[in-house]
């Protein structure tokens, strides 16, 4: 496949590319999610069906969990990179190219969790409020103000969610930059297109989670009807979505990071391409 023409990209082009580039590649990141989710998937189910399980164990699962959808979400941009840029990588050979940035992706994985959460806290602190304050009989309008204050605050971490958006590919796609540096440039990146940012990522999370309900409800349905338990048909709903729906996102934050930088840098894709040639 010949590399893309160089220029920026409508919203309607990117979530297009996005779709075709998960049509022609659903093997490869199909297997990608597989050969990193099955395992936490199993220990889940396993440790479910134990009964109550240890806290350590399950502290222990969580860590391999985060560990494995961290290499898996890296794996899945140099993929689609590859595949976007008409260099293709196999899913051995992607997983192989994010091992080794794997102790970075964990760091910005987390740094990017606790920023969400600081700018969570006064939509957190706001909605307790006005909680509490409903058992005042005299709140009132209050309350009202007070919610929906809380439900506006939910701009600061959209806002921190959109500023970070491409931290991922950034780390895989280039060279020698630390969690620090890779959240940095995403920032620098995102200026200037956040509300675009954050609009992409919305409409491709409302196409992702309307299946999601759809399997969900189906496995809800279906365990009531086999009587298995109802938690290991969640953890098995949940893989599913995993393995068919989570690529999807990345395709669009990977297609973002090139757009981003042809607008900002006029990056020159062919360098790109090039670059993620084995050595």
Known sequence: MAAPMLRPLSAGEL?????????????????IQLMCMT?????NVYFTGAGEPNPLVVLLVTLVGLILSALASAATA??????????????SEA????????????VVSLSIGLLVVLASLPFIFLMAGSVIGMTRPDAGGFVVFQVLIGIASLALPLFVVSGVAVATPIVVLEDGRNATAAIGRSWFLTK????????????CLILI????????T????????????????IAAVALAARLLLTPLLYCLITLLYYDLRVRK???????????????
Request: hydrophobic share 55%; glycine share 14%.
């Open 218 to 233: 189906g496995g809800a349905a279906l365990a009531s009807n086999t009587g298995t338990p109802l938690t290991i048909w």
């Open 265 to 279: 840098e006029g990056f020159d894709l062919e360098m790109l391409a090039a670059s993620l040639q084995p050595a």
């Open 78 to 91: 140099v993929a689609i990179s590859g595949g976007y840029l008409g260099a293709p990588v196999n899913a």
């Open 209 to 216: 989670l309307i299946p999601y309900a759809g399997l969900l």
């Open 15 to 31: 979530l297009d590319m996005s779709f075709g580039l998960f049509r022609r590649m659903f093997g490869t990141l199909v297997l």
């Open 95 to 106: 997983l192989q190219r994010a091992v080794p940035r794997l102790g970075v992706l964990l």
């Open 192 to 203: 200037g297109y956040r509300l675009r940012v954050t609009g992409l990522l919305f409409v």
């Open 39 to 43: 395992l936490p998937f199993i220990l």
